[in-house]
């Protein structure tokens, strides 16, 4: 027979809260987005209740992570959970702000728009997915889906910079819209950061699932199965880390970028 | 890199009351001057274990021990190893506070007086008075008692309170000089702050000695030692750091024990 049935409760509710919040947050990154795309103003004003939504429950659930931690003393994958949960709302509250970012640049266009996006609805489309996924892999405990994330955010990245390329090809055809332009990379951006926070997610399910505190990194080297390789690997890690920093100059800096775009 | 020789080498216990296995195959090795924490449910064997270590089971009739338990590679249930002598080496202190019906004193220049001391040339001495004053006063300050009892010597020791007296039977385990001391549920019969003096007690001692402490409390366990042993049936399920045990336990056992899942 389970025992600790209060404590038990207590954790179930937690789970619903943060299930709950990653409602309310992809509720608002969806309505941002569609406030862009249809341009229906009353929307903004949903967003803006949702941000402040989101914010209520980010203090809520964490007042409950410290009453769980101080009643119950919470140990192994309980206290995993406890901690994750309070990691994860900062996150799912930073995409309810990035929600409402998005939703004030609508209204600069009023009705001015480029006639052929493919990239940026596309990128909203997955991001907006990446919130609830990353929400259901917690309240699941999927370690392993949650790793994917990241590979879906390289897929963000990339069309982050087609988007960019994008925009810098209408702006050189008619500087009128290099102000619409700077705001649909903006938008692009934001949607950007609500992925890279869905992959924090990600992240901390893997080690609320696994104990293993793993580095997303690690992901893109190389790990050899052999035993020998084990030392390759450390060297390549060591070598990475020892690599020159990029020159800090900010003019040449930004005209880099700027021509590799 | 210079491997460390662990302090007891435990290879496959097993113990029996008669017909009843109470531990089973437990492979261990404790470390010299770390503590580490036995838990586990009530029956588990935690006590068993513990009390193999200085061959108190001996005492128990119908009790048989199978398998080594070696103290720094001397097997202590080998051929003419006197029991006494291992006891010498390895103090304990249990769950109730048991002082001797003495003086404060006494109870701890009891054992010195009967064993004497040995000296740096392996000759034998009795101690003198001047000399058991001396290591009486060095226990109980090394036992963090002196200050409260250095002016009443001579008093009954059961006029102290439960948290004093636990103290005192860790002083009297010290005065002997013993390498390692075993303590079976030490704070279990404490209030929050003669444990809390317990347990800031036992991790100075460990500067000095090899200690093993069986516990029902596991926030005990986790506050105080550097390895921790899950007992479950007589079986040693998992055996690991600290940390590691109570952040992320390997065997679903142990998981199912700390997290209050298993009743």
């Known amino acids: ?261 | 890199m210079v491997i460390p020789i662990p302090k007891i080498e435990v290879q496959d216990l097993n113990v029996y009351f008669e017909k009843n296995h109470a531990l089973k195959n437990v492979d261990i090795n404790i470390e010299e001057k770390e503590i580490t924490a036995i838990i586990g449910p009530s029956g588990c064997g935690k006590s068993t274990f513990i009390r193999c270590v200085n061959r108190m089971n001996d005492l128990v009739l119908g009790c048989t021990v199978k398998g080594s338990v070696t103290v720094d590679g001397k097997d202590i249930y080998g051929k003419g190893v006197d029991a006494v002598e291992v006891r010498k080496r390895i103090g304990m202190v249990f769950q109730r506070p048991n002082p001797f019906p003495k003086s404060i004193f006494e109870n701890i220049a009891y054992a010195p007086r009967l064993h004497g001391f040995v000296d740096e040339e392996g000759k034998h001495h009795s101690y003198n008075k001047q000399q058991l004053k001396e290591v009486v006063e060095w226990s109980l300050k090394r036992a963090a008692l002196w200050e409260e009892v250095s002016d009443r010597l001579d008093k009954s020791a059961y006029n102290l309170s439960g948290g004093q007296q636990q103290r005192l039977c860790i002083a009297r385990a010290l005065a002997i000089k013993p390498e390692i001391i075993l303590f079976d549920e030490p704070c279990s019969a404490l209030d929050p702050i003669a444990t809390a003096k317990i347990e800031d007690l036992l991790i100075d001692l460990k500067k000095d000695y090899t200690v093993l402490i069986v516990t029902h409390n596991m926030q005990q366990a986790a506050r105080v030692a550097d390895r921790t042993a899950y007992f479950y049936l007589g079986e040693l399920i998992e055996f690991g750091e600290t940390k590691q045990i109570f952040e992320r336990p390997e065997k679903d056992l142990t998981e199912q024990y700390i997290t209050g899942r298993m009743g």
């Open chain 1, 1 to 261: 027979m389970a025992t600790r049935l209060q404590f038990a409760h207590e954790m179930e509710e937690l789970s619903k809260e943060v299930e709950e919040m990653g409602e309310l947050a992809r509720l608002a990154i969806e309505k941002a987005v569609k406030l862009i795309v249809t341009g229906d103003y009353y929307l903004k004003d949903e967003v803006r209740k949702l941000d402040k939504e989101l914010y209520r429950n980010e203090l809520m659930i964490e007042r409950h992570c410290t009453d769980i931690i101080a009643l119950y003393t919470p140990v192994a994958s309980d206290l995993r959970r406890v901690s994750v949960s309070w990691k994860i709302i900062e996150d799912l509250s930073r995409i309810g702000r990035y929600a409402w970012d998005i939703a004030e640049i609508a209204e600069v266009f009023d009705g001015q728009k480029f006639k052929k996006l493919v990239s940026l609805p596309q990128m909203a489309s997955q991001v907006v997915g990446m919130v609830p996924d990353s929400v259901d892999y917690y309240t699941t405990g999927n370690a392993v889906e949650a790793r994917k994330l990241f590979d879906r955010d390289d897929e963000i990245d990339e069309l982050y910079d087609t988007i960019f390329r994008e925009m810098l090809t209408y702006m050189f055809e008619d500087p009128k819209k290099i102000t619409i332009g700077i705001h649909y990379i903006l938008i692009a951006r934001y949607l950007e950061r609500v992925a890279d926070h869905a992959c924090n997610i990600g992240e901390r399910v893997v080690y609320m699932a696994t104990g293993d505190r793993w580095d997303p990194a690690d992901r893109k080297r190389k790990i050899p199965a052999s035993k020998n390789g084990v030392e390759e690997y450390q060297r390549e890690v060591a070598k990475s880390r020892k690599e020159p920093t990029r020159p800090t100059d900010v003019g040449d800096y930004h005209q880099h970028e700027l021509a590799e775009k």
